[in-house]
């Protein structure tokens, strides 16, 4: 049963505009999230995290919202970039609560393409 | 450039033989982690270790095994291929175990 879910393979937004990337869980027990980048034959790039406690973390034109009661987060990158088109994943761990290093659990992944 | 480097690059193999995937880690960071990417599956974690030591099991197979040296380099061991094992491995690593995980490149392994 997948535990991290990234409905969208695909969203395609003009340059310029906002790109919001979604992604829900279902383990409560997740405590930490990641986003990261992948473009192709290369490794997954960090982009962004957000622990538990928080609702709410901005770098630059990258803000990652979590909304612990519904399971929920969204990637948001304003204004979106050629450079942006890349797939997009979503991770979780329970690194902080305790539960060890279990390792990342991790979505299937949006395909971001931006239209000049 | 994550600083993670990973070899070899592509290696392309038959069903029943054993290759080995070499992993080194970032300057100073102590965990590697070892995932898989096969088309259907996503990335899906298999093991872990903190210097040296073997710390967290995710989906690893019985025919697959990992190490990590004193030098904290790490190989992952995949013997008895089947079709099924082609697919892209990446090491990862971090300071400590709770720390940001970097990608390596991947190796790109294909069983025929």
């Known amino acids: 049963d997948q535990q991290v879910k990234q409905n969208s393979p695909s969203l395609s937004v003009q340059e310029g505009r906002i790109s919001i990337l979604n992604c829900d869980y279902t383990n409560s027990m997740f405590d930490y999230f990641l986003w990261y980048k992948k473009y192709p034959a290369e490794g997954p790039t960090f982009l962004i995290s957000i622990s538990s406690i928080k609702d709410k973390n901005e770098d630059g034109r990258f803000t990652v919202f979590l909304n612990k009661s519904a399971k929920h987060l969204s990637l948001h990158i304003v204004p979106s970039q050629p450079g942006d088109s890349a797939v997009y994943f979503c991770?979780?761990?329970?690194?902080?609560?305790?539960?060890?290093?279990?390792?990342?659990?991790f979505g299937k992944g949006t395909h971001l393409i931006i239209q000049p | 450039d994550s600083g993670v480097t990973q070899t070899p690059k592509h290696l392309i193999t038959a069903t029943g033989q054993r290759v080995t995937l070499r992993c080194s880690p970032r300057?100073?960071?102590?965990?590697v982690y070892w995932y898989q990417q096969s088309l259907d599956q996503g990335l899906q974690f298999l093991i872990q270790?903190?210097?040296?030591?073997?710390?967290a099991k995710g989906n690893i197979l019985e025919r697959f095994s990992a190490q990590q040296f004193p030098d904290l380099h790490s190989e992952l061991n995949l013997s008895s291929l089947e079709l099924g094992d082609s697919a892209l491995y990446f090491c990862?690593?971090?300071?400590?175990?709770?720390?940001?995980?970097?990608f390596g490149p991947g190796t790109r392994l294909t069983v025929l």
């Open positions: 990862a690593s971090s300071v400590g175990p709770s720390d940001t995980q970097y």
């Open positions: 270790y903190y210097n040296g030591e073997e710390r």
């Open positions: 991770a979780a761990s329970e690194e902080y609560s305790g539960g060890g290093a279990d390792g990342l659990t």
């Open positions: 300057s100073g960071d102590l965990s």
